[in-house]
């Protein structure tokens, strides 16, 4: 166990319609990342927070957005789904924000596995 | 940007020895990472490399050569519970942020 939490584990809606994604991340990790790995693509790196705050941001869909919260969970919002949007979404968390080193690994949460019918 | 590359699959035999290569091009770089990924699960920290050598850890090892843009992930001993995908990742100098290769899915027969 990681001790990076994500709900729910299985989300089944259809296109045109929103889900939100939610990860509690590990205890006195301040980074927050989401990422989507689907088959063809490999794991994909969405966003980052950090400590409140967007820190990077990489191939996220202008239909998709994410926060985090003052309690440091952090939410991914998916807006007008499509059917391609099918994925699993994994959530993990770090120390730090930009800083390197061993003290900074990310460790991922179970995921939550998204099918757009 | 950052490109990795590695092979897609690989095969071994049961108490035998694998090695999985990873080459990337980065711009800056600032640590290579290998994850394991059993299907439909989260990816588990394997290794951490910064430093060119070898970093051993149990029966898995991870190599690094900065010059060659070139990593290897070496498993010994091989358990059927190793059949897995092993993902490398390359963060950039600057960032915390990871880019994944595609993985090397593992098939470990008896």
């Known amino acids: 166990d990681s001790g990076v939490t994500q709900t729910p584990k299985h989300l089944i809606t259809a296109t045109g319609q929103r889900v939100t994604l939610r990860c509690s991340p590990r205890?006195?990790?301040?980074?927050v990342y989401w990422y989507q790995q689907s088959l063809d693509q490999g794991l994909q790196f969405l966003i980052q927070?950090?400590?409140?705050?967007?820190?990077a941001k990489g191939n996220i869909l202008e239909r998709f957005s994410a926060q985090q919260f003052p309690d440091l969970h952090s939410e991914l919002n998916l807006s007008s789904l499509e059917l391609g949007d099918s994925a699993l979404y994994f959530c993990?968390?770090?120390?730090?924000?930009?800083?390197?080193?061993?003290?900074?690994?990310?460790?991922f949460g179970a995921g939550t596995r998204l099918s757009v019918l | 940007g950052q490109n990795i590359d590695q092979p897609t699959e690989m095969t071994a035999t049961e108490g035998a020895i694998v090695q999985i290569n990873c080459t990337y091009q980065?711009?800056?770089?600032?640590?290579l990472f290998w994850y394991q990924q059993h299907a439909g699960e989260a990816p588990t920290f394997l290794s951490y490399n910064v430093l060119d050598g070898l970093e051993e850890k149990g029966r898995f090892s991870s190599f690094l050569s900065r010059s060659k843009g070139y990593s290897y992930l070496l498993l010994k001993e091989l358990q059927m519970k190793d059949s897995a995908s092993y993902l490398c990742?390359?963060?950039?100098?600057?960032?915390?942020?990871?880019?994944f290769g595609k993985g090397t899915m593992l098939l470990v027969s008896p």
């Open positions: 990742a390359v963060r950039d100098r600057g960032y915390s942020t990871l880019t």
């Open positions: 993990a968390s770090s120390v730090g924000g930009t800083s390197g080193g061993r003290g900074n690994i990310q460790y």
């Open positions: 980065t711009s800056g770089f600032n640590g």
């Open positions: 205890s006195g990790d301040l980074s």
């Open positions: 927070y950090y400590n409140g705050e967007e820190r």
